[in-house]
């Protein structure tokens, strides 16, 4: 069975502080993927990153970043210099195959906080 | 483009009732799925369509739910005899084909309150 665990149920931070969501996963499959979804408080979930598992190559997009560890099996994600904007939900998922279905396994998300 | 859209965004009926929920996806995508969000808890997926047909159902809680997309495009979420603890936000997604390397686009989901 696939999980996924998002152990910080909130965190609050001043703007301008830097912020990691830790995501910690479990899965037998040797293929799989991982991803990170952001959902404001409108509700609708918007894709920020795919990583398949064999790429470990940490990625930066402006001011995200993520860190792929497969020894630790954590995809642990960083807000540098945080903004009100960024306050929302944010939800680590996996992916692995079953057939021809890519179904998504999500954690119980983060919910970060960034005051003025 | 239009994004994935769902109707009725809010919907609230009295236990035992019949709902239907629907889903408009991205025009041309090939792959619909459908998760249920809890408050507080991440989405779990119900059910996955490829093109017209049911290629994995193994999320539907039980027998009271059921899905359909008769002509590979729009797809309805069928709740019998609802229960208070299907009170949920009701997902769907679409995505170009059913590959994890195609991104799942959401929509902004339905409310069901069963009273």
């Known amino acids: 069975a696939q999980k996924v665990t998002q152990a910080q149920t909130e965190i609050s931070v001043v703007e301008k502080e830097d912020v990691t969501l830790d995501c910690v996963y479990e899965?037998?499959?040797?293929?799989?993927?991982l991803f990170w979804y952001k959902q404001p408080p409108s509700g609708e979930l918007v894709f920020l990153i795919r990583?398949?598992?064999?790429?470990?190559q940490n990625e930066i997009s402006g001011r995200y970043s993520w860190n792929f560890q497969k020894s630790t099996s954590s995809f642990n994600f960083t807000i540098t210099a945080s903004q009100v904007v960024d306050s929302a939900v944010y939800f680590c998922?996996?992916?692995?195959?079953?057939?021809?279905?890519?179904?998504?396994?999500f954690g119980k998300g983060t919910l970060l906080t960034v005051n003025p | 483009g239009a994004g994935v859209s769902q109707t009725p965004s809010n919907k609230v009926t009295e236990k035992g009732k019949y709902v239907e929920l629907r889903c408009d996806p991205i025009s041309g995508h090939t792959a619909l799925y459908w998760y249920r969000q809890s408050l507080g808890q991440g989405p779990e997926f119900l059910i996955y369509?490829?093109?017209?047909?049911?290629?994995?159902d193994s999320g539907l809680p039980n027998d009271r739910f059921f899905a359909v997309r008769p002509e590979g495009s729009v797809s309805t979420l069928k709740i019998q005899r609802t229960e208070r603890g299907d009170s949920a936000v009701y997902l769907c997604a679409s995505s170009l084909n059913g590959g994890a390397l195609y991104e799942q686009y959401f929509g902004p989901g339905t409310r069901l309150t069963v009273t």
């Open positions: 369509f490829q093109g017209t047909g049911a290629a994995d």
């Open positions: 990583r398949n598992s064999f790429d470990e």
């Open positions: 998922a996996l992916s692995g195959k079953r057939g021809s279905n890519y179904k998504l396994t």
């Open positions: 899965t037998r499959d040797t293929t799989y993927y």
